[in-house]
């Protein structure tokens, strides 16, 4: 049976969706909101409230919801499962910024408190572009929709990723968001931190023995985080252009793959240790100065993606970045981790792979059964095909000494028979019930811009010239293997 805590449900509130028809609300918010309602995991009493600028009524926010859940679910939609959420939709059109922005939204959530039920509790998702978080903010402060830190009714704020543009914006962006809400309040959401397989990192360094003694310079040679996707920008193209994969995913979900991966073991499991930790990490990696962004920066650019809708002829946006960072500190000096990331690459995959160092010595003597052995490599395969593999060195069966690779694999669906639930089902219950250990804070937003931020500008002042630079269904830039190549190592066939 589930621990208690993960059984408990939330309270009664109305969850509010700034930039209802777009993009995230239909693909990920709604089939995330269905699942729950599956699972009987939501509030007994909930509003699930659109808010945005187009113009529609309920019954036309709830049929274009429908369509998005029928086809991004994870489960096939049941009638009576989604009447029951449907139930609990409503519309209010309105615009995010101006005097009065926000009235019209205040007095909806005045009469759906009512009708509802949901006791004056709020959850703001900001899932608009980036560039209106700021008057979404101030709006709600000036609606009076915002209130005290620990009060009843409650609120909290859920801010997609990216949040700042560098360092300076995020900077600002906390302190627009220190005008209307604490620091409690705000829930950064980076939905890599929602996977179960991310999760399982934890897990897997702080629930078993044998892994602490060799996670660390003495044992581990390189470390290699991947984030590939075989999509390309898929229509967001005006997002894109504003982000690039630096921004998208660099910043966000591979640095706090690498945090996860590096972290000390915090003190306890309390959401604020976990965070400590993090943060220390990030801040523990040496910043990238402009005279060494050539030896350790990659960017390109996939051909096709000038002629992407809303994407100008001659753009230098990165779709695809590599970098090579080090960790300053006592566990990780000298270990690179090479991170990479890029759209329309030869195959969707999410993996980090701890190298570990070579043998000190071949005792086999003949030169070429010694040219045989590899580095052995544990694969945290964050998605698909979800697992751990630990890849080492087995005799070949035979009278002669032969060595080949083998593998000792875990696999999600084989051992569990399931596959794992969506990030974002994991993360908007949480925040519902007030639980920010997977959500990012503050400081460690604003510590992995300090590292990213100098890399943006180096790319300004100096545009990249050679862009288009891969060709979709590759790994990326030839770069990318140099990066690696000068070190002696080489990117996982994966
Ligand atoms: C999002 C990015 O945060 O993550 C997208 O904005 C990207 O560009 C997506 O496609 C990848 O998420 P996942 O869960 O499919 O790996």
Redesign the pocket.
Known sequence: MAPAWERARPEPCAFVIFGASGHLAGRKLLPALYNLAVDDALPERIAIVGYGRSRLGRDEFIASMRESVDRHSRRPVAEAHWQRLAAALEYVQGEYQGPQALAGLRQALADIDRRYGTEGNRVFYLGTPPSVFEPIALSLRDAGLTCAPRSRPWCRVIV??PFGRDLESALHLDEIFAQAFDESQIYRI???LG?ETVQNLLVFRFANMIFEPVWNRNYVDQVQIT?A?D?G??R?GQ??EE?GVLR??IQ??ALQLLALIALEAPVDWQPDSLRDQRVQVLRSIRPILPAEMHDSVVVGQYRGYREEPNVAPDSVTPTYAALRVFIDNWRWQGVPFYIRSG?KLAK?V?EIAVVFRCIPVCLFRERDVCQMIDSDVLALR??PDEGIHLRFGAKLPGRALRIANVTMDFDYYSAFGAEPPE?YERLLLDCMRGDPSLFTRRDSVEASWRLITPILGALEERSPTDFPNYEPGSWGPAAADELLRREHHYWRDL
Do not use: C, G, L
């Open positions: 997609e990723k980076d939905h890599y996977k984030v996707e999509i920008i898929e967001r997002f894109y982000t998208d995913i966000s979900h759209k969707r999410t964050i998605q990030a």
